[in-house]
């Protein structure tokens, strides 16, 4: 067991780590570190430990234990809907737990390549009545849960956890960082209305969709910031690390268009084309799980939106409301240490493996308390 004051959150990237030292005695003393840049995923082990030993000389504790933090552009989100009829007069939890377990097991029968790494209820049928949360002191005869399972390739979460093995550091939890943020961020917008988080990683774009503050679906798909550096390397023919510079700096310091071929308008053009694209797939996957639903609001987040601020809303193509969101390590490993605590009062909570002795579902609802 982890006897530790602290909690640590370590989001794992593609081209940056970040990670918080989170104390529940006194939530405003926090550590917050991040890493350099890196477009070469093998300076990932260095980079990791630089981070663990700056946490514990900070916090004065030995780390053996972290919650990860990681996205992927082969995320996936899986709807599922399990139903039973109920011969007890009142609703038992225990009819509940066996309705996850049986859709958990479907899952992982179906995708054995995947970790399921959240279990999310969106609806409870029972009657035929719909309810957001489980009743208290229900009768019942039929109930129908809607269940959304987001999973990761357990090739990427056995990679990491054999790399911190080698540093005698177990996981405690594993997250994933664009579901955790949209959890954390969808409070500060009025959720009366239809509401999309596309967060712009390096190598992919993972959407998470609201309505009517439920989470309807999360999606990605393998385009991101990288694929605007390319760009500009391949039609400035330029290399890669000036293109990333001119990417960053754009809009922000002109001194790096001195003695170049190329003016600020191409870069411009460039950057644009690329972002459109990534909107245009991005409105496509939502209206598709959104159905006949055609307003609602974008907030782009994530180190590929960084280009761009509200500034430049009028060049963007899309006739959605569009606004960015400028993320910081802090509230990004924030949103993980949040979703842990348990705020999200629809999501299952999973016993860790490694409690053999537990059962599935001796920890399971935070909506029954």
Known sequence: ?????????????????????????NLSETFNVESKFFFDHSEI???????IAFLEKNTNEYINEINLMIDSSKMLSIGVSISK???ESHLRYADVQFLVQEAKQQILKNYNNKNIVHIIINNYKINNVDYDYLPRDIKCNFISLDILFVCLPEEIIEYFKNFFFKLNISINQIICSSYAKAINY???????????????????????SYVNDKIVSLSTFPVGGNHITKDISKVLKIDQGLAENLKIDFGKNQTLFKDKNFSPELLRQIIF???????????????????????????LTGDGSKILDNQYKD????????????????NICHSGFKLGRGLNKQEVIVVPKKQIKQGFFEKLFHLFK
């Open 273 to 299: 084309a690329r972002i459109d694209e990534i909107l245009e797939i991005s409105a496509k996957s939502i209206k598709l799980n959104l159905i006949a639903m055609d307003q609602y609001k974008m907030i």
């Open 1 to 25: 067991m982890n006897n530790n004051n602290y909690q640590v959150y370590f989001d794992c990237g593609f081209s940056r780590l970040r990670a918080g030292a989170f104390t529940k005695a």
């Open 186 to 208: 969808k409070d500060n917008f009025n959720l009366s209305q239809n509401i999309s988080f596309i967060d712009i990683g390096f190598k992919k774009t993972s959407i998470t």
């Open 315 to 330: 060049k963007i193509s899309l006739v959605n409301d569009v606004d960015f969101l400028d993320e910081t390590s802090k």
């Open 85 to 87: 009829k109920i011969d």
């Open 45 to 51: 082990d260095s980079e990791i430990k630089k981070i």
